[in-house]
Each structure stands twice: as structure tokens, then as C-alpha cells.
């Protein structure tokens, strides 16, 4: 088990965000390399062409290591909607053919594959979760030689409950269908073996359980989609553009890997080198730790939520750090203001509440979680 590491966040003890699904509060040390980055754009004399590559690889690098991957297969996104632009943009969907997805699943993974099956003649399977259990058989029994395109997440953003991604890779590989990931709830919280799952695309936005500021994500490209189709076209992002004396020597070729799907702009110190911060911060233990550490966490908060009524499904069917209390009745009105009245900070969502904590959360948190709740 990891050691609480409080102190090196900005949370006064009398705050209990138990909320990392919303989004992660800032390290001490990303806000002082994204202040430190911040005041390299006063003195831009001092910024030299090479540091846009510099200040890019140095993110790429810290990505690729978190999911396992060659730096080369890691595109720099602002956002999950634009990696999974990306690869609407680069998998087929045939006349006919399906989109699978979850139920309630989050929207920026649901909007473009609806553009998507509108355009190509294809339809959208949301699959129902039927039981208390994870969503895996669901899911495989949803895949079929009619499937274009699977598109779910490790874990379902409002339940928090699983889906077997290896079995589900599998099963895409046996019928022929593109597999795109949603990893923005799991990714530095939950392992994943990305080599197993092997998947088309997978993205994740920063902000959350990467632990870095709004606005920066990864997207991973499999080297089969490296001759893919970028969806905007910038200068920095072709080959030679190291050469700015040469840049209207226009060119056809990209950058190696992944790096033709860089976002314009990418080079932007005080978000890369802060979304690097926030990165170096779960490399330091790693994600297995991290996950054993917020599985004790969350087993712990359910125990006791218990002995309120609460219902919980155990890790394995739900995601070590994403704890969903079912409430045993009726949900108290304007509860998630009340508790936050008492400055106990969760997220609602449907008859769940959704309680995410991270490696910031001490005992106390817990217990005002729980008093809160007995209250309420
Ligand atoms: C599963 C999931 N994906 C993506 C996002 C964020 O999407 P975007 O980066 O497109 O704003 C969220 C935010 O809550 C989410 O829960």
C-alpha cells in the first residue's frame, strides 16, 4: 500500500475530495512546472525551435511509458473527442455494420460514432448491462460478424464496472472488427496490457486520473494506423519541419509513428510540461501500485457504506478505484450539495453515487464520507 500523499497537494484538511473522476486537483509540482512554463513565453528569446520538439517528446516519452507503449505509438490530443475523431477517421464502418458501444455510455464516445454510422449506412448497439455483474459478457455477446467498429471503455464512467478488454480484443480480431478504447476513466488507475488487448485506438484525457491540467491527453495508435489520415493538417507535423528556414519546402511526409495525429499547437509548454508533472507522479509508484492502493481504499469506504444500506459491487466486477454506491432507497434530495455543504466532495450519478479517490485521501476522508452519509 501506497502511503497517503496529502502533503503534497493543495487540499486543506478540512476538504474531503473524494471525487477523481471528475477531475484530479493539481500536485504541487505540476502547478510549479506549469508556472515555471508559463514564464518561458515572457522571454521567448530563450524558447528555440528545437524546444517544440523538446517540450513534446518529453510528454511523449512519460505517456508511452505509463500505457506500456513505444513513444512513437502515443499522438498528443487535447481532448478524448479528438483522439476519438482521430480514429472515426481511420476505421471502417460498412453499410449495415454495428458500432458497439456501452449503455449511458460518456458522450464524447458516443456522438462521433453516431455521426459516423449515420454517414456510412451503419447503426449504433448500446449494450445493456443485465445484471449486478461487469459488462463483459454483455459485451461479447454484442460482437458478431456484423460488427464494424467496438467502442467502450475499461471501465464505465457512472458504474464503474469492467469490461474484460483482452476478451473483447480477441473477439474483435475473430470477426474482423476495429477496436476503439476510452481509457479517460482508468488509464494510471487501472492496469491495462495494451500488447494483449491490442487495440486500433486508445485515448484518455489528462485531467482526471493522469493528474494534469484541462486541455492535454494521449491518444495511442496502433503501428498498423501509423500511415493513417490526420484530421487537421499542421506544419509541425510533417517531416523536416525541425528546419524552420525551410517550412514552405512543403512536404507530403509526416513526422515518425503517431506524431502525424499531434494536435496543431501541441508544443505548449505549460500544459505539456505540466501533464508531464502529472505523469511523473504515478510513474514514481506505478499503476499496479496505485490500483492495489485505491482497491483498499475503495473495499474499505464500501465496507463501512454497508452498514448504511449501500450496495456495492466487489473489485474484479467493478474497477479498483471507481466505487458506485447504490442507495438502498429513494436518493435524499440536493444530497451531493449537502454533503458538499460539509465539504465532502462526490459525484451523483443516476441512483449511484459515485465515490473516486486517489492517492491524496486519508481515513478521514473516509469517516466524513460516512458520517456525512449516516446524516443524509
Ligand atoms: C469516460 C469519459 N471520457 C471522456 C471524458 C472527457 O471527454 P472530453 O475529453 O472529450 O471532454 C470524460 C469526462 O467525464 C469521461 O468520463
Redesign the pocket.
Known sequence: MIPCQRDRFALPPEVHYLNC??MSPLSHAVVAAMEAAARLKATPWRYRPADFFTVSEHFRTRAAQLAGVAADCIAIV?????G?AVAAANVPLARGQAVVTLAD?????VYVWQELAARSGGVMRAVERPSQDCWSAAVLDAIGPDTGIVAV?HCH?ADGRVVDLVAVGAKCRAVGAALVL?L??SLGAMPIDLAAVDPDFA?A?G??WLMGPYGT?MLYVAPRHHGGQPIEHNWINRAGSEDFAGLTRYREDFQPGARRFDMGEKANPPLLLGASAGLDFLLEFGVEAIAETLAGQTAAIAARAAALGFDAAPVGTRAPHFLSLGFPGEVPKGLTERLAAREVHVSLRGRSLRVTPHLYNNEADAEALITALAGA
Open positions: 473522476a471528475y487535447p481532448a478524448a473527442s479528438y476519438l455510455q460518456f458522450p464524447s464516445n471503455p464512467w476510452d479517460t476513466q485515448v484525457a485531467y482526471k491527453g
